[in-house]
């Protein structure tokens, strides 16, 4: 056992019984006391030297190996990592190129102006004059051209969302395809890089809402008409468009009154475009929270 052992420097008997030991050898008494026989071995070549170079050579194979899996897991890790942002870029050019397809087509449909951000910047003197705000952005006055009589009203819709991209792509495909007296009109829009702006024509009165409690009261008469101006804006909308359109949010803050006090609708950014022959529809509930319009 002891010569089979890489290890084993000494065997010692004591009558029936072996201990191998290990070099180096130490305490050793040799004398007629002693009744323990030790046989030493004596290495012929190097064994010691053959089992460190086994022991190294498996030690590196398993180094190797671990290694390689290590290597191995990186690349594919790498691999899907780069295919998952090649992805992701592909869905958001695909997406872009989507949005400003459909941009285009609206423009061309419409001929509606197309409006840079430097452009109603400038316009509105830094967007200086609030006019109101909403749960979407904005609305600040503004001046077009070199004449200060052409007013306009600039609504800066709120950060890039799912929500306020969509109503930005509602409001201008359902506005660009109306004309009527008492429907706010849209002049123009801009949609560069993160900005999104709607231009439509100044209301010099306001909305219905402030008009109604203001200092003077209107009169029954001036009621009645503001009533029978919003009735055939949205019998319009709902029977005389080419693709009929269900407001969703009907309420005197979306009423704006103009310098002859003919009352007019805005804001369809939440508005329901259903297609030619569709007399009914289904949504959910939009607009202010709490409220559901008449429609």
Same mark, same amino acid.
């Given at each position: 056992?002891?010569?089979?052992?890489?290890?084993?420097?000494?065997?010692?008997?004591?009558?029936?019984? %072996? /201990?191998? #030991?290990?070099?180096?050898?130490?305490?050793?008494?040799?004398?007629?006391? !002693? $009744?323990?026989?030790?046989?030493? #071995?004596?290495?012929?070549?190097?064994? @010691?030297?053959?089992? @460190? #170079?086994?022991?190294?050579?498996?030690?590196?194979?398993?180094?190797?190996?671990?290694?390689?899996?290590?290597?191995?897991?990186?690349?594919?890790? !790498?691999?899907?990592?780069?295919?998952? $942002?090649?992805?992701?870029?592909?869905?958001?050019? =695909?997406?872009?190129?989507?949005?400003?397809?459909?941009?285009?087509?609206?423009?061309?449909?419409?001929?509606? =102006?197309?409006f840079t951000y430097q452009e109603l910047h400038k316009a509105t003197y830094g967007f200086k004059e609030e006019l109101g705000r909403?749960?979407?952005?904005? *609305?600040?006055?503004?001046?077009?051209?070199?004449?200060?009589?052409?007013? *306009?009203? !600039?609504?800066?819709?709120?950060?890039?969302?799912?929500?306020?991209?969509?109503?930005?792509?509602?409001?201008?495909?359902? $506005?660009?395809? @109306?004309?009527?007296?008492?429907?706010?009109?849209?002049?123009?829009? %801009?949609?560069? +890089?993160?900005?999104?702006?709607?231009?439509?024509?100044?209301?010099?009165?306001?909305?219905?809402?402030?008009?109604?409690?203001?200092?003077?009261?209107?009169? /029954?008469?001036?009621?009645?008409?503001?009533?029978?101006?919003?009735?055939?804006?949205?019998?319009?909308?709902?029977?005389?468009?080419?693709?009929?359109?269900?407001?969703?949010?009907?309420?005197?803050?979306?009423?704006?009154?103009? &310098?002859?006090?003919?009352?007019? $609708?805005?804001?369809?950014?939440?508005?329901?475009?259903?297609?030619?022959?569709?007399? =009914?529809?289904?949504? +959910?509930? =939009? &607009?202010?929270?709490?409220?559901?319009?008449?429609?």
């Amino acid at each position: 056992a002891c010569l089979a052992d890489c290890f084993c420097a000494a065997a010692i008997f004591i009558d029936d019984i %072996c /201990w191998k #030991k290990k070099g180096p050898l130490s305490n050793g008494r040799m004398g007629p006391w !002693v $009744i323990q026989k030790a046989l030493i #071995k004596v290495r012929i070549h190097d064994m @010691t030297s053959t089992c @460190t #170079k086994n022991d190294q050579k498996k030690n590196k194979n398993t180094t190797l190996m671990i290694v390689g899996s290590v290597l191995l897991s990186s690349s594919v890790f !790498v691999n899907l990592l780069l295919l998952l $942002i090649t992805y992701l870029m592909y869905r958001s050019f =695909r997406s872009r190129d989507s949005k400003l397809s459909r941009l285009v087509q609206i423009n061309q449909v419409t001929g509606m =102006r197309t409006f840079t951000y430097q452009e109603l910047h400038k316009a509105t003197y830094g967007f200086k004059e609030e006019l109101g705000r909403g749960s979407f952005g904005r *609305v600040y006055k503004g001046v077009l051209g070199s004449e200060e009589t052409n007013f *306009v009203a !600039v609504k800066v819709l709120a950060t890039r969302t799912g929500e306020s991209e969509k109503e930005f792509e509602r409001e201008v495909s359902a $506005i660009g395809q @109306t004309n009527h007296k008492n429907l706010v009109e849209l002049l123009g829009f %801009c949609n560069e +890089g993160q900005h999104r702006l709607l231009v439509y024509e100044f209301m010099s009165n306001g909305t219905l809402a402030d008009f109604l409690f203001c200092a003077s009261r209107p009169s /029954w008469y001036r009621r009645i008409e503001i009533v029978c101006d919003v009735a055939r804006g949205l019998s319009y909308l709902h029977e005389d468009c080419t693709r009929h359109i269900i407001h969703c949010d009907i309420k005197p803050q979306n009423i704006l009154l103009d &310098g002859s006090l003919i009352a007019k $609708i805005s804001d369809l950014g939440l508005a329901k475009l259903l297609k030619a022959n569709q007399t =009914r529809t289904t949504t +959910g509930v =939009r &607009g202010t929270r709490g409220y559901l319009a008449p429609e």
